[in-house]
């Protein structure tokens, strides 16, 4: 069973600071990890991907990736109000190239940001 | 990323009927993907689409049940057939754009009702 695992919240953190979230993953054969934002009521919105290990930035976004430790985290700089979502990772599925497009996604982490 | 669209964008339905919800892309792809969003819960593959060959269902979805028609790159349609309560749920199409970063781009999608 592949399974992605997250905290799901809600993480509370004040206007200005850095929200850290995270994400555990059980199969390691994964190559691709994707960080979706989804407000309440709307789909997901693709905001990162991440294939090596290391950081990749964008813009307020950092993603993280380790896949000694199966973990991927996303850093959310400087955060605002309008960042109040609930944050899904996803992990493509597995080493079968049947299977690379598939995503599991976990269940999400909720954030809030206070003003 | 693509223009993706869903039909219809909500409905509800009376238990024993059945329903079509379209997606719609404005650029060919081809892979395309059917998830099932049920409340307070994270997104569950249902099946993928491709064009000129047969849906493939993921395990506890059957093709009785869950009908895909893929007749074109742009076009994708899923059947929620015999309808229960359980059935209850945001339905969303998402497609892959490049077919090497296994990102995909999800539609609006569609909330059902079942009563």
């Known amino acids: 069973q592949k399974e992605v695992e997250q905290n799901s919240g809600p993480l509370s953190v004040p206007e200005g600071a850095i929200a850290s979230l995270n994400c555990t993953y059980s199969?390691?054969?994964?190559?691709?990890f994707f960080w979706y934002r989804q407000y309440s009521g709307k789909s997901p919105e693709l905001i990162m991907s991440i294939y090596s290990n290391g950081d990749k930035e964008d813009g307020r976004f950092t993603a993280q990736l380790n896949k000694a430790s199966q973990y991927v985290s996303l850093l959310i700089r400087d955060s605002q109000p309008s960042d109040s979502a609930t944050y899904l990772c996803a992990v493509n599925s597995g080493t079968a190239f049947s299977d690379f497009q598939k995503l599991v996604f976990g269940t999400g982490t909720r954030l809030l940001v206070s003003p | 990323s693509a223009v993706i669209s869903q039909k219809p964008s909500r409905d509800i339905c009376q238990r024993g009927t059945s329903l079509t919800i379209q997606c719609q892309v404005d650029s060919q792809v081809t892979m395309m993907f059917w998830y099932r969003q049920q409340p307070g819960q994270s997104l569950t593959l249902i099946a993928t689409?491709?064009?000129?060959?047969?849906?493939?269902?993921e395990s506890g979805f059957v093709i009785d049940k869950f009908p895909i028609s893929r007749p074109n790159l742009t076009f994708s349609t899923l059947t929620v057939s015999n309808m229960s309560p359980e059935d209850s749920s945001i339905y969303l199409c998402?497609?892959?754009?490049?077919?090497?970063?296994?990102?995909?781009?999800f539609g609006p999608g569609t909330r059902l009702t079942v009563t």
């Open positions: 199969d390691r054969g994964s190559q691709s």
């Open positions: 689409a491709n064009q000129g060959s047969e849906a493939t269902y």
């Open positions: 998402s497609v892959e754009l490049t077919g090497w970063s296994y990102e995909q781009y």
